[in-house]
């Protein structure tokens, strides 16, 4: 079957650096999109991953191993609006997407 | 960057009654739209796949004469909750990509419907 793995709560300080990892396996891969959605709205992209390595866009960053079946998102300078669920997804080669249950993300002052 | 617009984002109705959601891309073409219910604390779960002036492809465990999707235009794609339960109050969520490879679904804002 398949089926994406990522943590299910994380705890980190503001102003610090979390990496929220996602693990994957897939008929086949066709991108990994990373999206951030608050409590109460629709999910906002982040980030896509079709080569292997590093996605950097401002404050955030997404890292790819196709061969691992693996990627992070890296967020730097963590802010308190950042606290959030992190939803990690990978399109099959159906281009069908599969979700991962999401990471809630809790910042701490 | 696209935009895909859901109308209402609100909505309480009295159980048996039907709920129409509208879905539209704004200023983008988009073929296939997706609909998504999320229940508290729980990630988005794929109810069923919309393509223009097609059937939609429901997923398993979707009762397809329940929630009724209709994608009329290339803009527009609707999904009416018919004869609806407490247990059908939810989150739903629209979204749509443009054709090319590498776009990202878009999603509409949602709407929470509470069933009374």
């Known amino acids: 079957g398949q089926n994406i793995d990522q943590p299910t709560e994380m705890t980190a300080t503001e102003g610090a650096i979390v990496q929220i990892n996602c693990t994957y396996q897939?008929?086949?891969?066709?991108?990994l999109f990373w999206y951030q959605q608050h409590a109460g709205e629709a999910p906002t992209f982040l980030s896509y991953?079709?080569l292997d390595g590093l996605e950097e866009k401002g404050r955030f960053s997404s890292f790819l191993s196709r061969s691992k079946g693996y990627s992070y998102l890296l967020l730097k300078e963590l802010q308190m609006k950042d606290s959030a669920s992190y939803l990690c997804?990978?399109?099959?080669?159906?281009?069908?997407?599969?979700w991962g249950a999401g990471t809630k993300l809790i910042i701490k002052p | 960057g696209a935009v895909v617009s859901q109308h209402p984002s609100r909505v309480i109705c009295k159980s048996g009654t039907s709920v129409k959601i509208e879905c539209r891309s704004l200023?983008?073409?988009?073929?296939?739209m997706f609909w998504y219910r999320q229940f508290p604390k729980q990630s988005l779960m794929l109810m069923a796949t919309s393509n223009e002036g097609s059937k939609a492809t429901y997923e398993q465990g979707v009762e397809k004469d329940k929630f009724l999707i209709n994608h009329a235009s290339l803009t527009l794609s609707t999904l009416t909750v018919t004869s609806a339960h407490p247990e059908d109050s939810s989150f739903y969520i629209c979204?749509?990509?443009?054709?090319?490879?590498?776009?990202?679904?878009?999603f509409g804002n949602g709407t929470r419907l509470t069933v009374t």
């Open positions: 991953n079709v």
């Open positions: 200023d983008f073409q988009a073929t296939t």
């Open positions: 897939t008929s086949g891969f066709n991108g």
């Open positions: 997804a990978v399109r099959d080669s159906n281009y069908q997407l599969i």
């Open positions: 979204s749509a990509s443009s054709p090319e490879g590498s776009s990202p679904l878009h």
